[in-house]
């Protein structure tokens, strides 16, 4: 089972710049091919979105309304995932998840592949 600990939220005015940290314990590679982690967020009266995926093998996905003012990274060594937010718009509000899947897979943008789900932290962008 994977703990998942999402940090860094908080309220900027837009063109700020957050960082989000995701902490993930527990078993979090499933197997040879590796596993996924990733960010997504919901709005209040949205469905939730996919923001960044990470491979553990490297590979990211970011959405295309980020692309540019969002990078996903990770530091294995800290098992931490982070996603460095800047440019900021009052459209970025959201509860942002971290997420973690406990299986392989070859794409990992996919919401379905995941199980393991942090609390959310919330960011607000003001304009």
């Known amino acids: 089972q994977v703990q998942v600990v999402e940090s860094g939220g908080g309220s900027v005015t837009a063109g700020g710049s957050l960082k989000l940290a995701c902490v993930a314990s527990?078993?979090?590679?499933?197997?040879?091919?590796?596993?996924?982690m990733g960010w997504f967020r919901q709005a209040p009266g949205k469905e939730r979105e996919a923001v960044a995926s990470?491979?553990?093998?490297?590979?990211?996905d970011i959405a295309e309304s980020v692309e540019g003012r969002f990078t996903i990274y990770s530091d294995n060594a800290e098992n931490t995932l982070y996603l460095q937010m800047n440019a900021l718009e009052p459209e970025d509000s959201a509860t942002y998840y971290c997420?973690?899947?406990?299986?392989?897979?070859?794409?990992?943008?996919?919401?379905?592949?995941?199980?393991?789900w942090g609390r959310g932290t919330q960011v607000t962008v003001s304009s």
């Open positions: 527990g078993d979090t590679d499933s197997g040879r091919y590796g596993s996924c």
């Open positions: 997420a973690v899947a406990s299986d392989s897979f070859t794409q990992c943008w996919s919401e379905a592949h995941y199980d393991s």
């Open positions: 990470r491979h553990s093998e490297g590979d990211t």
